[in-house]
């Protein structure tokens, strides 16, 4: 039974206004805005020295200071900046599941809403857009205002459609102008290949992928004459489960799951697990935590 009202709480947002959203210092350099942040280079006002590492430019080093301690150190400034956010959040028929309790789009659908609030926290823009098998994109916007309007959409909107994450990211990449945090929500559960190219289209950005699952697609908790039904095509395959079906089913699983994470280590991206029993709250503390190290 498809849901006619999508539940997204959001009591959680007080919760996160203890965190500081941190982003990759080769997105955050190339804008100017109302974003406090730390960087090495010109800027407003120096605030210290740190240690030289490789991902700093040899212009940066301070060659007075090596001159004196024989260590390599570049200057910090503090400078204004901005910053769009993109999140792709997958609305396809598979996300729709189970029928009862959270599905995995609410799930994910608050996993958005959360990083979207902490975005506004710094008036920076962002945007929630859906993809199934076409990407609904919505422009990018600033305020708590834009946020409730979302999550309105969102709460209505009807999911639905297979899933065509290629073509998603690729049409949708071509609006992005400028280097951006891009936010990447779904289950996963497509093409490998697909998926690759989807990261590879996005590997100029900070890039986050987020894979959103039922617990019961992690243990599959079937034992044996069983009827197993595609959700979004409607298929329908009658099968025995046995032991070693569920072991070569979550050796699949796992072997997927490594292959999206190798797909993002490549181009420096952050991939991570949940599933909807995992607490809103835990599963931004630990991404965020993962963020600051």
Not at 100 to 126: C, H, I, P, Q
Not at 158 to 183: D, P
Not at 270 to 287: G, K, L, N, R, V
Request: glycine residues 4%.
């Amino acid at each position: 039974m498809t849901r006619t009202k999508q539940k997204i709480e959001t009591d959680f947002f007080r919760q996160l206004d203890r965190f500081t959203f941190s982003v990759r210092k080769r997105v955050s350099t190339v804008y100017a805005g109302n974003r406090p942040s730390t960087r090495s280079g010109h800027g407003i006002d120096t605030i210290g020295f740190r240690e030289y590492d490789s991902s700093d430019d040899l212009k940066d080093i301070d060659w007075k200071a090596y001159a004196r301690t024989e260590k390599l150190y570049v200057r910090q400034f503090e400078e204004e900046k901005t910053l769009t956010t993109h999140i792709l959040l997958d609305a396809s028929k598979s996300m729709d599941y189970p029928e009862k309790g959270t599905s995995k789009f609410e799930y994910a659908a608050m996993l958005a809403a959360g990083y979207a609030y902490m975005v506004t926290r710094y008036n920076d823009r962002f945007a929630i857009s859906t993809f199934a098998q076409e990407v609904d994109i919505s422009k990018p916007s600033r305020g708590r205002k834009n946020l409730l309007r979302t999550i309105d959409r969102l709460t209505e909107l009807k999911i639905s459609g297979g899933t065509s994450i290629e073509e998603a990211v690729i049409k949708y990449s071509r609006g992005i102008k400028s280097r951006s945090l891009v936010i990447l929500i779904s289950d996963f559960l497509q093409d490998p290949q697909a998926i690759e190219t989807a990261v590879s289209r996005l590997a100029d950005h900070d890039l986050i992928l987020i894979q959103v699952l039922d617990p019961t697609e992690k243990v599959l908790p079937l034992q044996g004459n069983s009827k197993l039904v595609d959700i979004e095509t409607g298929e329908e395959i009658r099968t025995y489960v046995s032991e070693k079906f569920k072991e070569r089913y979550l050796g699949k699983l796992d072997d997927h799951t490594a292959t999206i994470k190798k797909a993002c280590m490549k181009v420096g991206a952050e991939f991570y697990t949940f599933t909807t029993d995992t607490p809103i709250f835990d599963a931004f503390y630990y991404t965020i935590r993962r963020r600051r190290r």
